[in-house]
């Protein structure tokens, strides 16, 4: 009798085990490295967004640390990853960032206006242009060398628009109007000289030294596309409201972190879980990153070292840390969370290391952190969990004086209450996705009836 060699051990189990996708791994098994890069729901795409951690991972810790209907927080939410992938898994979305930029972008993501009450809004605004008179346009050398002239009224005609009101104050459709501006502001050509973006051809994740671009659009010959902005942003819209909107609609902050986390937005004992990740170490000067989206935001000369919204912005983002004062500030957001977090609640703080030049290892700054704060806070460290990626070209990172080296690693601190007794019982993560509801073709044919909708130009 033969033996049959060629059977797969796969087949003893009912779904076979995952494996890493992308290279990377954690010290707790691969987790959100065994899921595809472009996992999550479409408005997720919304800006590009130096410093962001992919939605896959805001949905592991979602998931295996709260239920439908609990409260979720991110004290620093950034471009609004946590609170909208709180907000479609039938979480309370609770979002809060200092950034002007960062506030706004999870201000859309996390209370977004229905598909038509947006597009009603570009309309809008659209006729309103075509009915203005265009005078000359007061507007910096900086900005003019990224657009082109009919490009750059437009854009002037939708900044006045939303600085005419407090950012605070605006409508839904405000904030998700400027959001989905801010992700279109610069970006890459395609091959065929076409573009989703209105600027020359740069990077969309950041925003180069103006200086820098300068020098590059001349060696480069760079040309501007005359872009209508109105049209890019229907489709801009398309693409973010591919996914069906489940979830009630959450609240975002404009505040310190401290501030929120020990005030009165946010009562003692609250929160079931927080997923954030902090400023890293002098590692992202947020400002200067974006000095052309908070140009659309009304904060001039953001990307010159003396500019003045630059200076503004420093003083208030916490971007320019040594140790000792990222332990400080580390230590008042841990008893601010220590204060907001209910007794069983969760708090995951995703951190990544910072590398001394000429070492080899790099700095377990989360650990080290914690180590120095611990013994401040009523708090008990449950795991850490050490996320490895794959070796990619990153940004510097500063240590002290010197310039310093990405890292391939993030760390995330997962805390409760010293006397908390969290459910750790959930390790079966479901990565289905929900709200998948129209196909890749669902866009193209919104953005082709919101054209047909629109009068023609007269």
């Given at each position: ?30 987790l ?20 962001m ?75 309103a ?17 990224l657009?082109h002239d ?15 009101k ?10 998700m ?104 170490l ?42 000792s004062?990222?332990c ?21 703080l ?27 806070t ?81």
């Amino acid at each position: 009798m033969s033996v049959m060699t060629d059977w797969s051990e796969d087949a003893y189990f009912d779904t076979p085990e995952r494996g890493t996708l992308d290279g990377g791994t954690t010290s707790s098994g691969d987790l959100w490295h065994s899921v595809s890069s472009r996992w999550g729901h479409s408005m997720h795409t919304m800006c590009s967004y130096h410093g962001m951690f992919p939605a896959k991972v805001a949905h592991q810790f979602i998931q295996q640390y709260s239920r439908a209907g609990e409260v979720v927080l991110d004290p620093f939410s950034g471009r609004g990853t946590t609170p909208l992938q709180a907000r479609v898994e039938g979480r309370k979305a609770v979002a809060n960032d200092l950034s002007p930029l960062a506030y706004v972008l999870s201000r859309a993501k996390t209370a977004p206006p229905t598909w038509e009450e947006a597009n009603a809004f570009v309309d809008e605004l659209e006729k309103a242009f075509k009915a203005s008179k265009q005078g000359e346009l007061d507007v910096s050398p900086d900005i003019r060398m990224l657009y082109h002239d009919n490009t750059l009224a437009q854009l002037c005609f939708i900044r006045n628009r939303l600085l005419s009101k407090k950012i605070t104050t605006w409508s839904r459709a405000e904030f998700m109007l400027a959001g989905s501006l801010a992700g279109i502001m610069h970006g890459g050509w395609r091959r065929d000289g076409t573009s989703q973006y209105l600027s020359i051809s740069m990077p969309n994740t950041f925003s180069m030294s103006p200086t820098y671009v300068e020098k590059f659009i001349r060696e480069k010959e760079l040309k501007k596309l005359d872009q209508d902005v109105f049209e890019r942003l229907r489709d801009k819209l398309a693409r973010l409201y591919l996914d069906e909107n489940l979830g009630q609609a959450g609240v975002a902050h404009h505040l310190d972190a401290a501030t929120l986390l020990t005030g009165k937005e946010l009562a003692p004992g609250s929160v079931d879980l927080v997923v954030t990740s902090p400023p890293y170490l002098q590692v992202v000067n947020y400002a200067q990153s974006n000095w052309i989206r908070l140009w659309l935001l009304g904060i001039d000369e953001v990307g010159r070292e003396q500019g003045a919204g630059r200076k503004k912005l420093n003083a208030v983002l916490d971007h320019r840390h040594t140790f000792s004062s990222y332990c400080d500030f580390m230590l008042r957001t841990a008893l601010g969370i220590q204060r907001a977090l209910k007794k069983d609640g969760i708090a995951v703080l995703v951190i990544g290391d910072v590398k001394d030049p000429g070492k080899e290892d790099a700095l377990p700054l989360a650990n080290q952190m914690w180590d120095e704060i611990k013994g401040r806070t009523s708090m008990r460290l449950l795991e850490t969990i050490k996320d490895d990626l794959p070796a990619t070209s990153k940004v510097s990172r500063i240590w002290g004086e010197t310039k310093g080296q990405a890292t391939n690693r993030d760390c995330a601190l997962v805390l409760t209450h010293e006397d908390g007794d969290p459910d750790l019982s959930r390790t079966d993560i479901d990565w289905d996705e929900p709200w998948k509801d129209g196909g890749p073709d669902a866009a193209h044919e919104r953005v082709r009836s919101a054209r047909d909708a629109v009068e023609p130009a007269s």
